[in-house]
């Protein structure tokens, strides 16, 4: 089980550099979608090892709820959001890719420095493991400092929600089911409020370039 | 002795297997488009014409436009001696190794960005200038790449590499291969002049970057070029089907038996590569020429994560 774990956590990692290359918003919900569906195969591997283990359902029922929730109903919700809003061909992002990536790449050897020190999680794949995932924490939050869009934005909040997700389930193999409902809900409630928020911004200053938020308007 | 022989016959697979495969990828796209296309073997027939035809050489030029075809076919079959096909027999013994096979494959290329430049026609400029930048950009990622597995099989020598490989039973259940092996597919596309950097079929000016070094060359010369190329590409599918598809640990079979068997094997896996290069043809178009950076960007961060990973486990 091991081995197919490092490998998905490998590729979750992967999926966050390969968000952060892209260029339009449509492709980074794909990738998003993606990047959860890995997530879910990941918790549906454990679910499986516990139910067979322990005889407890709750991580398979964690990843029902990811595949209803991240999979499917979000990036509807986001792509609902993006059909309301004008289009325009905008430079989306602060930085040329290239250097976008590499400093992702720094990001990754940063946490593999702190996180290799500290003890009690020195076991070799438990370490791969949460090397990887704790990465991808960072780079949905440099995902979210990159990006002008506030759509751009809300996909970094939800790599950031997915690391730190995948980051309990690969540290602890399984958060107590109720922490997890709770997180879920949390989550829900913010993009909801969130894709409400970006179309009142594009309604009062007719773009979410959030460079744009200090024009005065009256 | 033995050694030798069977190091040559695994050059003249090499050698008659080239022309073949791009006519196969060749094929696979047309197939896509719902098109008959040209027949598999279309290359060698192209080859034989070419071969009879005399060649036009400027009386502008010097010496290094009629060496160029000699330089490139000869790196190229060079090469090709030291990429064996399988461990099952044992090869000679070369003081040359995987650093050896890129830098003289970078010979080739760099001659034949020269020879575009020496008879002073605008389209070879551009063309060289290009493929400088493409081969420059993707060199950091084969170097790191290569290192990674010389690392892990603790040596550079690419048969010594390949045991190591197929000891580890599947590679591609490995995180750090899993993500060299993605590097080494992006890399292919750029050295072999694929698509999202180069479109091997148009003639177009504005974009092309391997063809345009090739318009001032006619006859033997072009023919020399051509299977050049293909041999170049046939060498890296070599590489990466011999490193990350590994299958000689399956075979039981020992001596002449085994040889064949493995050699048909290491056909079945040539195909497989062709295939995806020509899917990856089909579903990308060419990139913007400024936008091939963030691709090389890619192609080096996932080898450099797989060069982390390896430290991360330890192992």
Redesign the interface.
């Known amino acids: 089980m091991d081995s197919y774990l490092d490998i998905l956590s490998v590729l979750i990692l992967l999926s966050s550099i390969i968000l952060v290359s892209h260029k339009r918003i449509k492709s980074y919900i794909k990738t998003f979608r993606i990047q959860s569906a890995l997530i879910a195969l990941t918790a549906g591997i454990m679910g499986w090892n516990s139910l067979i283990e322990e005889g407890s359902l709750d991580i398979l029922v964690v990843c029902i709820i990811i595949i209803l929730l991240k999979v499917i109903l979000i990036p509807r919700l986001l792509h609902k959001t993006y059909g309301s809003i004008e289009y325009k061909v905008e430079k989306d992002f602060f930085l040329n890719i290239p250097l976008l990536i590499i400093i992702c790449c720094g990001l990754v050897v940063f946490v593999y420095f702190s996180v290799s020190n500290i003890s009690g999680l020195n076991e070799d794949h438990i370490n791969l493991q949460v090397v990887n995932s704790f990465s991808v924490i960072l780079i949905g939050l440099f995902f979210m400092i990159s990006r002008k869009w506030a759509l751009g934005q809300m996909i970094g909040f939800l790599v950031i929600e997915n690391g730190i997700f995948v980051t309990a389930m690969f540290s602890t193999h399984g958060v107590p089911f109720i922490v997890d409902i709770g997180i879920f809900i949390d989550m829900i409630t913010a993009i909801l409020i969130m894709g409400v928020m970006v179309m009142q911004i594009n309604e009062k200053f007719e773009s979410i370039n959030i460079n744009k938020l200090r024009n005065l308007k009256g | 002795m033995i050694a030798l022989v069977n190091n040559f016959i695994q050059l003249l697979i090499i050698l008659l297997l080239a022309p073949m495969v791009g006519g196969l990828i060749k094929k696979i796209k047309a197939l896509t488009q719902k098109r008959q296309g040209a027949p598999v073997l279309q290359m060698y027939y192209d080859l034989y014409k070419l071969i009879q035809k005399e060649s036009v050489v400027s009386e502008t030029s010097s010496w290094i436009f009629k060496a160029t075809p000699y330089i490139v076919f000869a790196t190229a079959v060079v090469g090709a001696l030291l990429v064996p096909i399988t461990t099952l027999v044992p090869s000679a013994r070369f003081t040359g190794d995987i650093i050896l096979l890129f830098y003289l494959l970078a010979l080739g290329r760099f001659f034949m960005c020269l020879s575009a430049l020496d008879t002073g026609s605008t389209f070879g400029g551009m063309g060289s200038s290009r493929e400088a930048m493409i081969s420059s950009l993707i060199e950091p990622s084969i170097l790191v790449s290569v290192f990674t597995i010389g690392l892990i099989a603790g040596s550079t020598s690419i048969y010594e590499m390949m045991g190591a490989m197929s000891s580890l039973g599947n590679p591609l259940?490995?995180?750090v291969f899993?993500?060299t092996f993605?590097a080494m597919m992006i890399i292919i596309l750029a050295e072999t002049s694929r698509i999202p950097f180069d479109d091997p079929a148009t003639h177009l000016e504005l974009t092309m970057v391997h063809e345009a070094m090739l318009l001032e060359y006619s006859g033997r010369h072009l023919a020399l070029m051509e299977y050049g190329a293909a041999v170049k590409q046939l060498i890296l599918i070599t590489l990466v089907v011999n490193l990350f598809l590994p299958m000689d640990q399956f075979i039981a079979l020992t001596g002449a038996g085994g040889f064949i068997l493995s050699v048909a094997l290491y056909f079945v896996r040539v195909v497989f590569i062709a295939v995806l290069i020509a899917v990856a043809e089909v579903s990308t178009v060419k990139f913007r020429f400024f936008s091939i950076?963030?691709l090389?960007?890619?192609s080096f961060?996932?080898s450099?994560?797989g060069f982390?990973?390896y430290?991360?486990?330890?192992?």
Do not use: D, K, M, T
Not at chain 2, 311 to 315: E, K, N, T
């Open positions: 259940f490995h995180p899993i993500l993605l950076p963030n090389a960007a890619l961060i996932l450099f994560l982390l990973q430290f991360v486990l330890g192992r």
